[in-house]
């Protein structure tokens, strides 16, 4: 009888303890699916540089829950290795084709604040390949863009994007970016004579506004609708009158790159004369030792007139201009017009881009952050070379009469600096958020 019982309570344990395993691996399996489905709700939510795990219904029938766990876990191990070491770079990768459907970001028309400059369907460009491509970095995911997630993070902020037309080519972006998340009163317009164009969500409290100042310091191109002068004339020591409406932003995106590039700049001796007068004074530099000279007057600004508890800053990089399609083995007389597809060669460089001057603003920043005032770069300069597909070029509001020349020979009239949109710039600010509400 004792025998019998011992035998019984033999088996009677292994049968407990099959049971309790099989118990346990379907507890872990339906625990990680739990955790894996809120997870993947929260990233909408969040800007986690952690690359997305996949699992894939095949390689779940193909392995018993024990092996599913396990190889879970190693891939977690991997991902983890990944964000620790900071490998990714955002500003390293490739262009690829969006199969998810995710972009464009919002619809041209849908946007009753796009700007005539840049709404390229409007003024007739029929192939829209250009709006379907997405910024895959190298080693993880670009954050998902979420409108109501990044407009209730941004309640109560002011956003001011500071710089040149290519700044407002993405502040106009931001702004059909977030609107349609944003319900409410919406305020659009422009002040201080046009050099501020603002944007108000009145129920959020947000403001989302470009200034004019392409040279950051005082120039002769800082009327926004009369700057097209033969010399480029600067105070090169001379902000305040800029800065001072950029004092109050929660968050300062600057640029100034692309107006620097004309070989010789004139500064003005006379710090109370007449920008452009007729009996000016002034000496001529040369255009890199003037670029390094203007920093150092933003940067001496940015170190003592801001709050930089309060404020976070960014520069973007460079973008890049497609005039010349030899770059891309292209014809030597063509520019961006006509083209629908990015340059898929990796090792494409612009040959116009100014190395000099991209790396004076990054020894600027490197300068800076050594006194404590952490800038962001914003390294797009490589994302845009790629993209010689997605430029405005004819199609967009023409401001003056194009001449014979350029009515027989479209690519001379083309836009090869600024982009359509929706478009690339949607891209920069998708990098610009991540940075911002990490």
Not at 139 to 146: A, E, K, Y
Not at 178 to 184: C, M, R
Not at 364 to 385: C, D, E, H, W, Y
Request: charged share 25%.
């Amino acid at each position: 009888m004792m025998k019998k019982n011992n035998a019984f309570g033999s088996c009677d344990m292994k049968t407990m303890i099959n049971c309790s395993l099989i118990i346990f691996s379907f507890g872990a399996l339906a625990t990680f699916s739990y955790y894996r489905i809120n997870f993947q709700e929260l990233a909408i939510f969040t800007f986690k540089l952690t690359p997305t795990i996949t699992i894939t219904t095949n390689a779940q029938s193909n392995l018993n829950s024990s092996e599913f766990v396990h190889q879970i876990e190693d891939r977690r191990i991997e991902d983890h290795h990944i964000e620790q070491t900071g490998s990714c770079d955002l500003f390293s990768g490739k262009w690829v084709h969006d199969n998810e459907s995710r972009y464009p970001l919002y619809k041209e028309h849908e946007c009753p604040y796009l700007e005539d400059t840049f709404a390229c369907q409007t003024y007739g460009r029929k192939n829209t390949k250009y709006l379907h491509w997405k910024w895959q970095p190298h080693g993880c995911n670009l954050p998902r863009f979420d409108g109501r997630a990044i407009v209730e993070k941004l309640r109560g902020k002011r956003l001011l994007f500071v710089g040149d037309s290519l700044n407002r080519n993405q502040w106009n972006s931001m702004v059909c970016m977030l609107q349609p998340s944003i319900s409410g009163v919406k305020l659009a317009g422009k002040t201080l004579d046009g050099k501020l164009h603002t944007f108000r969500a009145t129920d959020y409290n947000i403001s989302v506004d470009f200034y004019w100042a392409p040279m950051l310091v005082e120039s002769n191109g800082d009327s926004p609708t009369d700057h097209n002068r033969k010399d480029r004339v600067f105070r090169i020591t001379a902000i305040q009158k800029h800065a001072r409406h950029w004092v109050d932003a929660d968050v300062l995106i600057f640029n100034s790159y692309h107006w620097w590039r004309k070989t010789v700049i004139k500064l003005v001796k006379d710090v109370g004369s007449v920008l452009d007068g007729a009996d000016q004074m002034f000496e001529e530099v040369d255009n890199v030792h003037a670029y390094k000279m203007g920093l150092e007057t933003w940067s001496n600004w940015a170190s003592t007139r801001l709050d930089l508890s309060k404020t976070k800053l960014f520069f973007m990089g460079a973008t890049a201009t497609h005039s010349r399609a030899a770059d891309w083995r292209g014809n030597n007389q063509s520019t961006c017009y006509g083209e629908v597809e990015p340059v898929m060669d990796n090792e494409f460089r612009e040959n116009e881009m100014g190395l000099e001057l991209i790396s004076i603003l990054e020894s600027s920043l490197s300068k800076l952050k050594a006194k404590g005032v952490n800038v962001q770069f914003l390294n797009i300069t490589r994302l845009t070379q790629y993209r010689k597909d997605a430029h405005t070029s004819v199609y967009r509001k023409i401001w003056r009469p194009l001449t014979e020349l350029q009515k027989s020979r479209p690519e001379r009239a083309s836009d090869c600096s600024h982009w359509c949109l929706p478009g690339v710039p949607d891209t920069w600010n998708e990098l610009l958020l991540a940075s911002i509400l990490q």
